[in-house]
């Protein structure tokens, strides 16, 4: 089956530092992919939504500036949360779709991100 | 926008027996409605989705029911065994590889 690979899986450093994150589809063509946070015991929350070659989307409430997305290939994404500070401290979780909204979407790994 | 509500947030019942999660949803426009079992820090796995134009879907074990009138859909999973203790988070999105709106989960509690 289709496969989302999520690096890294975990990452703590220093408030004020910028963290990548990185989203790959291995074997399939990801035209959308989605950025979502989840903090301890809480749902999933989008945070943006990334067509190839294209800006992303944000969800209301979300900082653009401060979470940037880049998706300039078919199989890689990467989210990079600068100046981290504490309360960015969450599990952080993409998903990628291919087609043209008519496949189903499968999500990576996640990375929990602890910033001290 | 849209909106899930879930409930139970917490349940617990005896290996064996039945565990029923409902959910209800806002926006009449949603159509894809799949269900995510996710264990403590890994990834949303799907067990099972239901879209709009279907009444009940059901796979061995598990089953989800969808009311379109009412706007509510549900999961069944019968015959409970400890390895289904999970997180339980039921979406709704426009279409298949549309963004989803989760529900705030079910923790799910399967007692040997």
């Known amino acids: 089956g289709a496969v989302v690979s999520q690096h890294p899986s975990w990452v703590i450093c220093k408030s004020g530092t910028s963290v990548k994150i990185e989203c790959r589809s291995l074997?399939?063509?990801?035209?959308?992919m989605f950025w979502y946070r989840q903090f301890p015991k809480q749902s999933l929350m989008l945070m943006a939504t990334?067509?190839?070659?294209?800006?992303?989307?944000?969800e209301q409430g979300v900082e653009k500036d401060k979470f940037l997305i880049n998706h300039a290939s078919l199989t890689l994404s990467t989210l990079t949360v600068t100046s981290a500070h504490p309360e960015d401290s969450s599990f952080y979780i993409c998903?990628?779709?291919?087609?043209?909204?008519?496949?189903?979407?499968?999500f990576g790994d996640g990375t929990r991100l602890s910033i001290l | 926008g849209e909106n899930v509500e879930q409930h139970p947030s917490t349940l617990s019942v005896q290996e064996g027996d039945s565990a029923v999660i409902k959910c209800t949803y806002s926006?009449?426009?949603?159509?894809?409605f799949p269900w995510y079992k996710q264990e403590l820090g890994k990834r949303p796995q799907l067990i099972i989705d239901i879209r709009s134009n279907v009444g009940e879907k059901k796979d061995q074990r598990i089953a989800v029911t969808l009311n379109k009138t009412a706007k509510h859909f549900s999961l069944h999973i019968t015959e409970t065994q400890p390895e289904d203790s999970a997180v339980y988070f039921c979406?709704?999105?426009?279409?298949?590889?549309?963004?989803?709106?989760f529900g705030p989960g079910t923790r799910l509690s399967v007692l040997p």
């Open positions: 979406a709704a999105s426009s279409g298949y590889g549309q963004n989803f709106v």
């Open positions: 990334s067509n190839e070659g294209s800006k992303a989307t944000y």
């Open positions: 074997d399939f063509q990801a035209t959308t």
């Open positions: 926006d009449s426009a949603s159509n894809y």
């Open positions: 998903s990628a779709t291919g087609g043209n909204g008519n496949q189903p979407q499968h």
